[in-house]
Structures are given as C-alpha cells and as structure tokens.
C-alpha cells in the first residue's frame, strides 16, 4: 500500500472539506453558472472520490457520485444560478468519505509517517536555507494561477516533495516534484495564450521550448525531470544502477524553483 498516496489522499480530502464548509458559512445564496471556483468542488471530489477507490476498491466502491447541479432561474428574475443548497448533498458525502478515510487508515501509523511536526511546521523555512527562495516569493513566481485550491495543491506538493527527499524517500518525491513542473508548464502556457498537441509532460516541454517560453538551461532541466518520472517504474529498477538517489531527488525538487524564476 502507498502510504504517500493515503497521506495526500487525506489532505485533499481535509482541503474540500474545509473549502465547502467555508462556503457555506458566508450565507452566500446564489453563484453564477459560470462561477469556476463553485464548479471546482465538484471535481475536486470526483477526483478523490476515484482515487480512493483506486486506492482500496472493496472500501470504497460504494461512494456516491454527486453529479454537478443544474442551474435553475431564481424568482424568475436572474438566470442561470446555483443554490447554496446545492453544496448540501456534496458536503454530506464528503463528511462520509472522510469518516470511512479515518476509520479505515486509523491504526496505519506509517499512513501519518510523514508528518513529523517538529519538521514539517518549518518546512518553508528550510526550503528557503536549502534553495534561497522563501514562500512569499515562489507565490509571486507563480501569479499567474489565479485558483486558490489549486495554488494550495501546488504549495502542499512542493512541502511534501521537499519532506520526502529530506527523509531519503527519493523515489516519491521525484514524482511529485515532476507532477508540479508538470501543472505549472501547463497554467504557464494557458496564460501565455499557446496550446501544446497533447496533455502530456512532454509535450508541454516541447510547447514551451517552440514558442521560447523557456531558456534552454531550464528546458534541459525539465527534460530531466521527464526522465526520471518515466525511470521510476518499478519493471526499471532492475539494478542498483537506476536506483533514484537523493541527489537525484534534491535536483527534482531544485528544478522547481529553476523553472520558476524564468516566468514573466
């Protein structure tokens, strides 16, 4: 079982609950159709949803879609609207699955191995010591994500990258420091107005590098990334020779801030 999984899983999951709560709270009564933000919950859930079911299919197998709301007229005066109300059913099951997450993870101490307190409290603090760039000034780096949910995924997987190749766990954070170069190529390009051929790494790489988005240092590095992502299956660790290192894992979570610094 992948605890790395069961623990993002786990943030995620406190993440929307806290997002539909806080909604909820502000007594707002009405979003537009159009309203991103209002629709994101309900992805936001489907992806947990498949995962933990990816995760521990006989568990959660049973876990209810809750299909996006349809938008109704309100006192046949503005159109295109939804409830408040309509958060309802997906707060519910979202407290569900966060009741069947704790009572089936609850004994799984490797499950929370991870979150080591006294360490991850300062985790930005030591990315600043070890790569000179602090939390404030990444955020900047990265303005063009407007989306709050997803500038706090990419902020969780950049601290949990960093926890993982600090405890010798290189193999995840590898992949996790190339899924964040991965989503951040992706919302560069969105917002430079360039589409790539496909939604692949590789692709946006390429996209990137054509319309000299990237300086070629940075693209190199990238392609790295790239490499390792596609070396660490397990059928490639057939010798100590492609073993991930921690090296390799620190360069992983170094590239981040590499490629950062060439957004404009």
């Known amino acids: 079982m992948n605890y790395k999984n069961i623990s993002k899983i786990k943030s995620d999951i406190n993440h929307l ?3 539909i709560e806080e909604n909820l709270a502000q007594k707002r009564r009405y979003w537009q159709k159009t309203d991103s933000e209002f629709l994101r919950q309900w992805e936001a859930y489907s992806k947990i949803r498949n995962n ?3 995760l521990e299919p006989k568990i959660f197998s049973d876990l209810r879609e809750i299909p996006v709301p349809e938008t109704r007229d309100q006192n046949f005066v503005t159109k295109d609207l939804y409830d408040i109300n309509d958060l309802l059913p997906l707060r519910n099951e979202m407290k ?5 997450f704790e009572y089936h993870f609850k004994d799984d101490k490797n499950a929370t191995s ?5 360490f991850n409290q300062n985790v930005w603090e030591n990315i600043r010591v070890d790569f000179g760039i602090s939390k404030n000034v990444f955020g900047k780096k990265i303005h063009f994500i407007k989306d709050k949910f997803t500038r ?3 902020f969780r997987d950049i601290e949990q990258a960093y926890v993982l190749y600090k405890k010798d766990f290189n193999k995840p954070s590898v992949l996790l420091a190339g899924g964040v170069i991965e989503e951040l190529l992706r919302h560069y390009l969105i917002f430079k107005g360039f589409k790539s051929k496909d939604s692949t790494f590789n692709e946006y790489i390429k996209a990137c590098e054509e319309h000299g988005l990237l300086k070629t240092a940075i693209r190199q590095l990238s392609d790295s990334v790239r490499y390792f992502r596609n070396l660490v299956h397990i059928s490639m660790e057939k010798s100590p020779k492609y073993t991930i290192s921690k090296a390799t894992a620190m360069g992983a979570v170094s590239i981040i801030f590499t490629i950062s610094n060439d957004f404009d």
């Not at 991870?114 to 006294?118: N, R």
């Open 17 to 19: 609950l806290n997002i």
């Open 52 to 54: 933990l079911i990816d």
């Open 96 to 100: 569900r699955v966060s009741e069947y």
């Open 114 to 118: 991870l979150e080591d307190e006294d």
């Open 152 to 154: 706090d995924i990419i």
